[in-house]
């Protein structure tokens, strides 16, 4: 497969948005763990589900997270398939699988997201 | 690798891989790249067991906080504790990544391993602290 690919097309690309997402997941993961950790029942309780989805700029937030996290592993996990020579079916197969999984699971998610009415609680925290 | 064992430099062995893996003497970068690995793949695992998690929000307040129940729980506490510790290498060590890339980060990279395992160990004690407050106030009890 990677046999007759031009100089053009060595990865390079795909490296650094690896880069530039990876340091994206960390300013997020930052704010989701606060967000979510700030006490038990901020990440495990339906009313503050509510309460933060109620915000339009939260679920954009929620969204792009997902999709970068989702981008950004599978990416990852396409490069170590990258470091074991395999057939070119063999690829076709893992690219097809990763974006099958890859976008059946952002779906789903984004879906989830979509299903929360917007409502907020002042009940609770 | 010294410098004059180019000679040494077999072709690629897919069968011996985990052998060969095994084989040689590992320096900080070779462990970095290592667990960098393992934890990558856990993650990508976990947002999928994540999604899948969150899915009883569609079916409203009963459902999600019954199954959030289970998750409240020490065990799953303790499992999402470990949780963070994947997160937090993978985060240190995807900084040193691009340190390295994009900031001369080469020079240092071994420095910079030593030091993602001495930020990493201590945000792993202090969210343990805040994770099990209650628990922890219990036992000064």
Known sequence: MFKYQSTKSTGSKS????????????????????LMHYNPDSGHTYGAVLNRMSYSWYRI???????????HG???????????????WQNYTVIALLLIFGLAFVAWGISIIFSIPYIHTTSAH | MSQNNYSKIKTFDQRGWVKENLSYKKDPGSWA????????????????LHIYSLSPLTQGEAAFNDKMKSFTSPFFMFIEWLLFAFVLFHSLNGIRIVLVDWADGAKYQKSLYVWSWIVGVVLFIMMGIVMFSYEIGLLAK
């Open chain 1, 15 to 34: 490296w650094v948005i690896q880069r530039v997402t990876g340091v994206a997941l960390v300013i997020l993961m930052i704010g989701h763990y606060i």
């Open chain 2, 33 to 48: 790249w290592i667990l960098h690995r393992i934890t990558g793949i856990a993650l990508i695992g976990y947002l999928f």
């Open chain 1, 61 to 71: 937030i929620d969204i792009s997270f997902l999709i970068l996290g989702m981008y």
């Open chain 1, 74 to 88: 599978l990416n990852g996990v396409w490069g170590i398939f990258r470091d074991y020579k395999l057939k070119t």
